[in-house]
């Protein structure tokens, strides 16, 4: 039986159904694309995972973190106070900006003190310009830390004033030169200082009394009226109208403003206790200068 002939259009339908069916290689390739497409994503993910985790791990964003945290709980926790009474980080305390002129007050409690660590330390136009340190007390006690911290201070350009912690117990008149034994004010210095705070259980008069021989000797031997140091509510009910042509650095703290009266004649104020500075490793007392540079310049020893 003789074979049958394919028409024209048989042959060509053969030939589509030939072409639309894909090869087994064509099935291959595909499939190495679709691994080699998933392996590019598991690759892609994986890097993408490593970044994240080394970002996360790294102590650079752990600082920017903190840092933005700590500005915004600063700001939320300054909202709706004084703008002239902010929290300043670094110090760890509220300063009241009003004033140019910042400084601290030390002795053996702050330990040993790096001076230039102290004097770097800035946040905002915040600085230590000055620093009142302890001497003496009573009439044998010198402050173990006194000539250090009275001799590196004012290398890094600090300036110094040194301070007697008075007791009333005791003749004012020998504490006075006990203290000027001690220490030698020169040009440049802040006036000596006498910290009156406490009564150690004698009268008033009796305190006054012995507190005015120190000052008169002081001021003799220097020139100088001193400068009284106390506490505001000490200075209300004993120093008050007695001692008013004397300058005065009032201790009051944790307070927008020093509310101690207009003819107060109150030229430092120790407005806090807690602050903490670069250098220093235990907490520390903060005081602002009431006046202007200017003023500051002519407070000191000529």
Not at 182 to 196: F, H, R, T, Y
Not at 220 to 236: A, D, M, N, R, W
């Amino acid at each position: 039986m003789p074979p049958r002939k394919t028409s024209p259009g048989q042959l060509l339908k053969k030939r589509e159904v030939a072409t639309s069916k894909p090869s087994a290689k064509s099935k291959i390739s595909k499939n190495n694309k679709a691994v080699k497409n998933i392996g590019a994503n598991v690759f892609r993910w994986k890097v993408i995972a490593i970044t994240v985790l080394l970002i996360l791990l790294s102590p650079f964003y752990y600082g920017y973190i903190l840092k933005f945290f700590a500005s915004s709980w600063r700001w939320v926790s300054d909202l709706g106070s004084s703008s002239h009474y902010r929290t300043y980080q670094s110090f760890g305390i509220r300063i009241p900006t009003r004033y140019h002129i910042h400084g601290i007050d030390v002795s053996y409690a702050q330990g040993k003190i790096n001076w230039p660590k102290v004097k770097a330390m800035k946040e905002d136009h915040i600085h230590i310009t000055f620093a009142f340190i302890k001497a003496t007390e009573g009439l044998l006690t010198v402050d173990p830390y006194f000539k250090r911290n009275w001799r590196e201070a004012p290398k890094v350009g600090i300036r110094c004033g040194a301070y007697h912690f008075f007791r009333p117990k005791k003749n004012g008149l020998w504490q006075a030169r006990f203290f000027l034994q001690n220490v030698k004010i020169e040009s440049g210095d802040l006036p000596a200082v006498v910290d009156i705070e406490r009564l150690d259980g004698v009268a008033p008069a009796a305190m006054r009394n012995q507190l005015h021989n120190f000052l008169n000797h002081v001021q003799t031997k220097t020139h100088v009226k001193p400068i009284i140091y106390t506490g505001l509510s000490f200075y209300k009910d004993y120093l008050e109208g007695y001692y008013d042509d004397y300058p005065l650095w009032i201790a009051h703290y944790n307070r927008e403003e020093l509310k101690a009266g207009a003819n107060t004649n109150w030229w430092f104020w120790q407005h806090s206790e807690t602050g903490k500075v670069n250098g220093i490793n235990h907490a520390v007392d903060f005081n602002v200068f009431k006046g202007d540079s200017l003023q500051f310049e002519r407070f000191l020893m000529r």
